[in-house]
């Protein structure tokens, strides 16, 4: 155990996951149809036709995943709150049923010993919102109004549970909605915007700045949001690569980090986007809502990206999406990879958290809210799944988290991602994340080595604090 970095006394640790990437039950007890439920059932768009139907089937079986989070030992579990199941249209009164079971779950949390951290939107918009009766066109996060349905949700479930969460997050990796979903089309609803994706990304900050609002009324706590900040790193010290890295910083960090910690728009929107930059959806105090104070920032790490100069085509600039920047993506060819393709690079980390409390000194402390890998699991001939390059990954990004402390940044918690195997997105069921094995046929929960070790750390960490005290 003398090779596990230590950390605070008061550090805690946690394990995280999202609805509708375990819950399944997706027409159960009154839920509403979300924008993945649609993107599901589009074909072409999720590997296998894999959906979210029944996932994991969390929302049947959660005592036995608390159970697995006790005997994990740790401190806190952050799941998320999925909105079509408290509100199936996305407006109106609470579904009592959609509550009633986040009731269940929080007090089954609570009774194991385990600190509730909720989510409230962890992408699954509801699909009424996107797409309302006798609208014209696609609406969600693209107008004002879904701001404020997001504040109204969000006061119905702090009414509700603010009594026995602990921690709040307003939002998960906005970047990834606003983007990857509609921009990249990766993502649900799955399409290519230009000023559509930039309205997406105020739109959710001014969401997340009255949801923080509703949180405060409600006696919330502890309220952050969970931002996944890239490392991103210039291929050469030639001028285009070096403003290809500036736009990319537009693009990736300051869009969201700016506006929050800083009270300004990014400096170098103009340069990024040009004329789809400017846009009708901004408007006076919006900065003042979306700068809300709060209590920490969760920051998502899983990779660095390498950035250099593309081709940028300037001619009919009305007709780019707001990812077409002249900036091409890759990753570190000279490390190990896990089978999302992305590069192991621990120190990638300490160098992020270091950065941005450099860049950002009003920015609150940090919680890792996900930090873990995908790796190819089989069950071995002796019944257990010795995934040793996770558990190599936990713990160099955990002495690389450690190593940022050091350097001076408040890093308050950790939550691995995740604590099952669970529908990755556009990939289906063929990535694997989890410290638990879930098997998709008879929903088998089998911990793997990696659950063993962090139930070790945790143990380690726990002698600590006893001996410190």
Avoid at 229 to 250: H, I, V, W
């Amino acid at each position: 155990m003398s090779n596990h970095p230590r950390f605070p006394r008061d550090f805690f640790f946690g394990a995280a996951t999202a609805a509708y990437q375990i819950e399944g039950a997706h027409d159960a007890d009154g839920r509403g149809p979300s924008i993945w439920d649609t993107y599901c059932r589009t074909p072409g768009k999720v590997a296998g036709g894999h959906s979210g139907d029944v996932a994991c089937d969390h929302y049947h079986r959660y005592p036995e995943d608390v159970a697995l989070l006790r005997d994990l030992g740790v401190d806190s579990y952050r799941f998320s709150i999925a909105w079509p199941r408290i509100q199936p249209t996305g407006r109106g009164p609470a579904n009592a049923a959609g509550l009633d079971f986040y009731d269940r779950l929080v007090d089954t949390l609570l009774a194991a010993g385990i600190s509730p951290a909720a989510t409230l939107y962890h992408w699954d918009l509801p699909q009424a919102l996107e797409t309302p009766d006798g609208s014209a066109g696609p609406e969600g996060w693209r107008i004002r109004e879904t701001a404020r349905r997001f504040a109204d949700y969000t006061a119905l479930v702090a009414g509700r549970l603010g009594d026995r969460v602990e921690r709040w997050i307003t939002l998960n990796e906005p970047f990834c909605t606003a983007f990857v979903g509609h921009a990249v089309g990766r993502h649900a609803p799955g399409t290519r915007e230009g000023r559509g994706a930039l309205a997406v990304a105020h739109h959710l900050l001014l969401g997340h700045g009255l949801a923080v609002a509703a949180l405060r009324a409600a006696g919330a706590r502890q309220v952050g949001i969970t931002l996944n900040p890239d490392r991103l790193l210039a291929a050469s010290d030639s001028p285009a690569d070096l403003a290809a890295l500036r736009r990319a910083e537009t693009l990736h960090n300051e869009v969201w980090l700016d506006p929050l910690f800083a009270g300004r728009y990014p400096k170098g929107e103009r340069e990024t986007w040009g004329p789809l930059a400017d846009g009708p959806w901004r408007r006076e105090g919006d900065l003042a809502v979306i700068g809300a104070r709060l209590d920490f920032t969760g920051v998502n790490y899983y990779r660095p990206i390498t950035v250099s100069a593309a081709p940028h085509e300037e001619a009919d600039p009305e007709a780019r999406t707001a990812v077409d920047i002249g900036v091409r993506e890759s990753w570190q060819e000279d490390v190990r990879r896990t089978t999302m393709g992305w590069p192991v690079v621990p120190h990638a980390l300490t160098d992020l958290l270091v950065d941005l409390d450099r860049r950002y000194p009003s920015m609150p402390p940090v919680i890792i809210t996900e930090n873990g890998s995908a790796e190819p699991d089989t069950v071995a001939a002796d019944g257990r799944v010795h995934d040793t390059d996770r558990v190599t990954y936990l713990r160099d990004h955990l002495r690389a988290l450690a190593d940022a402390i050091d350097a001076g940044v408040d890093v308050r918690g950790y939550y691995v991602w995740s604590l099952l195997d669970n529908f990755e997105w556009a990939f289906g069921y063929d990535r694997r994340f989890g410290i638990v094995r879930v098997d998709y046929d008879t929903l088998e929960r089998l911990p793997k080595d990696s659950y063993h070790w962090y139930r070790d750390f945790l143990a380690t960490h726990r002698a600590g604090r006893a001996d410190d005290s």
